[in-house]
């Protein structure tokens, strides 16, 4: 059987019209019980759904079958933080998941074949609000049940508990819905790395509601942070300053104060009450923070801010004046988030201009450069019922973009060139346009993790940064330097470390790659394209000059023109293709110390030599 789709139409009446046998790259036109469903024939596919006259379309449900094949790995929908911890087939038959505020996922299921390239792809592309996503078949009841020898799954556009919104469902007078669908296999683009397939997608999300790219020269610079090698208690002003002086030494320009700045951080234990929302330096920490700020300028680095600013813990001074703009459950209760503060609304208008005004504060007060905006993925997804304050959107996630938009616009008017971090569970090409880089979330210590979730990243933003690496003295130098590479080779290096504890061969590292990064700072506004189906060897074309980056298995491939080649494993040996006669073929260390210097008969395929963590150049 070859893949057919169907589509169902449920109006708000809850009247359900399935449309069946729709086929990938053919024109389908059917009306059914009043609903009228329109299918192009081009790609991606635009499907238009509308409801009779006087009607609403509540969800709209994009079912696949297909031919069961024997599939290498899937990438299920997703922000990019959690799809790690389910490639395997044999997890995803239990799959089922929601795009909604707390994780805002790219609608796209993707299957890599045997050649560990895109098998099969299959997303909708529309306006960014909730949607669900099931597997249907292999079933798993008593045991898992594939004798039908079918793989199907579920696109749920507009969920339960938020239905398609009213800016999407009362947009054209009848009442019409157009989306797009998004189906390739392997037949259609042969050996296609998978993160190009999720980059494919994107780019027609952007071209079609219009998605740009956003960044800035100061965002792609290296960045420091306070959080993983800290206990939030003890960052003080001092640990901030002398870090920053020694950061800067190692090429690090960005410093973040994170979390715990304002009083108890995250990282406390349960019992102890937070005060989050009331956003007023904890005295004890940081006495005096415009002289802070003043403080890490004049070392060299620029100084961001870390805020949540939706959040307002019941033990925040601020609790009895914003409790009104919270969000509250279906019960009467205010939703409170697994870290123990509540949320305000961005479906409120007035919460809305909270959020941007304790941001734009920031700036006024204190003269941040940027800011680093976290926790958003906190919140429960549940549907606000309070009656104390009005809804102007009829989506969370609607009015998440809503606040971020506010935020970044009512910032920019102050500073144009303002930093802004966002989090890659409101990333997306709908919600990382607010922001000029994107975090992967939470992987301390787990340098594979950090680089799987930033690698995601890289499928729609060239902006994306790891997760603050940290490096330790039981790293060696060769080891260090593979980290650090292995965070250029997808995103913006970022750091959390201790500078006092690390050895000096490990600073020297730091500081010869950062220094080289920065050296070629322009070459990192170009996506990083794979040449292969696991990842293993990334290029980044620049002005004159490719960049090759080798990272956990490395791999061949060919050079055509100067080449700096970066060695992010432990492997000696290359083996490259060129056809350019004479090179000039320079050998480094991990910390840029000259190792040897050979000219080369640079003609087929060429066997040279590599020194773990460092770098090799040929000029022609």
């Known amino acids: 059987m070859a893949a057919r789709f169907t589509i169902t139409v449920i109006l708000r009446s809850d009247r359900k019209v399935a449309f069946e046998g729709i086929e990938p790259g053919k024109a389908f036109s059917q009306e059914k019980d009043g609903v009228r469903l329109v299918v192009g024939a081009e790609f991606p596919a635009p499907v238009t759904a509308t409801p009779p006259a006087g009607e609403l379309v509540k969800s709209v449900e994009y079912n696949l079958y297909s031919d069961m094949r024997n599939y290498h790995k899937v990438i299920i929908p997703e922000s990019g933080r959690w799809f790690i911890n389910m490639t395997q087939l044999v997890s995803f038959w239990r799959h089922k998941s929601d795009s909604a505020v707390n994780d805002v996922k790219m609608p796209l299921y993707i299957f890599t074949g045997q050649d560990l390239c895109m098998g099969m792809a299959f997303g909708v592309i529309g306006p960014c609000y909730e949607t669900a996503f099931k597997t249907l078949e292999p079933t798993v009841n008593r045991a898992l049940i594939a004798f039908m020898r079918r793989l199907s799954m579920q696109i749920k556009r507009g969920t339960d508990v938020y239905p398609i919104p009213d800016s999407v469902a009362k947009q054209n007078r009848d009442g019409a819905i157009t989306e797009y669908l998004y189906f390739r296999t392997d037949k259609d683009i042969p050996r296609q790395p998978w993160l190009l397939t999720l980059r494919d997608f994107a780019s027609h999300q952007k071209r079609i509601y219009n998605l740009p790219d956003v960044t800035s020269d100061a965002s792609l610079e290296s960045l420091w942070c306070s959080w993983t090698d800290w206990f939030s208690d003890d960052v003080t002003d001092e640990v901030i300053l002398r870090s920053a002086r020694e950061g800067v030494k190692l090429g690090i320009k960005n410093y973040i104060i994170d979390d715990g700045w304002f009083g108890p951080g995250l990282d406390n234990d349960y019992s102890v009450e937070l005060n989050i929302g009331d956003w007023r330096p904890d005295p004890a920490k940081i006495p005096d923070m415009s002289k802070l700020v003043a403080g890490v300028r004049q070392a060299g680095g620029v100084p961001i801010i870390w805020c949540a600013p939706h959040a307002v813990a019941p033990g925040a001074q601020c609790f009895a004046q914003r409790k009104k703009h919270l969000i509250v459950d279906d019960k009467g209760e205010l939703v409170m988030t697994p870290n123990k503060f509540h949320s305000l609304c961005f479906m409120n208008a007035q919460a809305r201009q909270i959020m941007a005004d304790i941001c734009v504060g920031f700036i006024r007060e204190w003269d941040f450069d940027g800011a680093k905006y976290d926790l958003f993925n906190c919140i429960p ?55 000029t880089m994107t975090r992967a979330g939470d992987t301390p210590y787990n340098t594979e993790g950090n680089f799987l979730r930033t690698l995601y990243v890289q499928g729609y933003t060239p902006f994306s940064i790891n997760d603050y690496q940290t490096i330790t003295n039981e790293d060696s130098p060769e080891a260090a330097a593979c980290v650090v ?74 050079v055509s023109r100067p080449a700096t080649i970066l060695n992010g494993t432990f492997k000696t040996d290359l083996f490259v293709k060129g056809n350019a006669g004479k090179a000039s073929v320079t050998l480094l260390d991990c910390s840029g110390r000259q190792v040897s210097r050979k000219r080369v008969a640079f003609k087929g395929w060429k066997h040279l030599e590599m020194s773990p963590g460092g770098m090799v150049q040929i000029d022609f």
């Not at 910032?411 to 890659?424: A, F, G, M, N």
């Not at 292995?486 to 000096?504: E, H, N, W």
């Not at 010869?512 to 060897?537: K, Q, S």
């Open 381 to 435: 997804n549940a549907r606000c019922c309070s009656k104390e304050h009005d809804h102007d959107a009829t989506s969370m996630v609607e009015g998440l973009e809503r606040t971020l938009k506010l935020i970044d616009e009512s910032c920019r008017t102050i500073k144009p060139d303002y930093i802004v971090e966002l989090k890659q569970n409101y990333g997306t090409p709908f919600l990382s346009r607010w922001g």
């Open 485 to 558: 590479l292995k965070m250029m080779a997808v995103g913006i290096p970022t750091y959390s470390i201790d500078f006092d504890r690390l050895c000096q061969a490990n600073k020297d590292v730091i500081a010869h790659y950062n220094n080289w990064y920065r050296e070629n700072l322009p070459a990192f506004r170009n996506y990083r394209v794979p040449l292969d189906g696991e990842n293993n060897v990334f290029k980044i074309a620049a002005d004159g000059r490719d960049f090759f980056f080798l990272v956990n298995d490395g791999g061949s491939f060919e």
